[in-house]
């Protein structure tokens, strides 16, 4: 019998850091496919550099850059911006070392501040933002460097709420509008294992899709106490994880990588989510569940059974599962291969992953395809996957069914802090209780 493949480990580089306009029938119903790569004909030693910058020094953003700058010729990093500027100026002299050459950011490049990115998009001169802060800034952000005529990185999650969904889609269309480029941290997209895998699904290797399960299960999350002197707003954005506002809890912030390879596959998001969940372990002033168990309901009567916990001392556990009427498929996290079987149980198709090179050519494909002149926009995939988290969170919350209808519609949520400012005093935090914790 199939099993869910465990993981090595959980990825240490992600550790850092209201519009009323109904979506489009059009935007609902694009399917999550992966922009082709467009790669250019020029000689690396003829090309115009590209100045990139980076908003969101932590964990993801070194991460992110490093890739940027390993896998891209003609490519120079210019600026950082970040809540610390030590942290930025630590960025940047581990990148001057990784790749001589391709970093030049003086002192005065070094921004700090939660409203630091505002001047690295007045900047004129740059290209490209790597966009790597909390992913509650994320909307507001990346629409934000589109105004601006800015190429982006925008990592995941796009949004945690329905407001910044509807944010996220009306900066996909500007950007397509402006000629610019936005390419989302969803790495599975480029990753060789997941595109095969998933090309042979929907050709038909495993028959009609019936159902699916999906694990994104962890053995615990850091937290951060508060250090003297931080303001509220301070605070939470250096122990970001903890706050809904800012993370979206696990299920946006980490699992969103699961859930948006079942968007994929399934071609688009699902009809309705119905959950449950809990919290055991968590520190008393974080927002998030320990768990969260949701049946997802796809177009076609298909469910995907989808999990995800982070518990210190559990055994984790992370892939998907995918059932069809002629046989089923596996598919690996991280680096752990993805196989098909056929009815019987005999493996028919088996590739290996390599999610370093994912990593890459996320940036890869970005730059290549503003050198061609060809940007790939893939914000609302991203983001209709994002909003999919959220529609299984405020279920589990709510212990409520939840629409995609009605969070494209009808919903008013909007976690983001009114009027928010690095010094600003924000409520109490409180975790949802089923029963109590109202659908909005």
Known sequence: MNSIPESNSIASRRSFLKSTTVVTAAAVASQAIVAPAVHSQEPAKD?????????????????AVDDSLSINEGIELVAIADMDAKVAASVRDAMSKRHPGKVNVADEHLYEGMDSYKRILDDKSIDVVLMATPPGFRPRYVRDAVDAGKHVFAEKPSCVDPAGFKICVETH???EANGTAIVTGTQYRRQTSFIEAIKRIQDGAIGDIVAATSRYCANGIWYRPRRDGMSDTEYQIHNWMHFVWLSGDQIAEQAVHNIDAMNWLMGGPPESAYGCGGRFTRPDDSEMWDNMHIDFMYPGNRLLSFKCQQIPG???????????????ATIGSFSNPCEIRDKTGNVVFEIKGDISAAYKQEHKDLIDSIRAGKPIVEFIQTAESSLTAVMGRMAAYTAKKVTWEFLTGESKLDTYPPELTQSSELPKPAHAVPGKTKLV
């Open 173 to 175: 269309k500007k950007a």
């Open 47 to 63: 090309l115009q550099p590209l100045r990139i910058a980076l908003v969101g020094a932590g964990g993801r953003g070194a991460g």
């Open 314 to 328: 559990s055994e984790s556990s992370n892939g998907s599962i995918v059932y069809g009427t002629n046989g089923s």
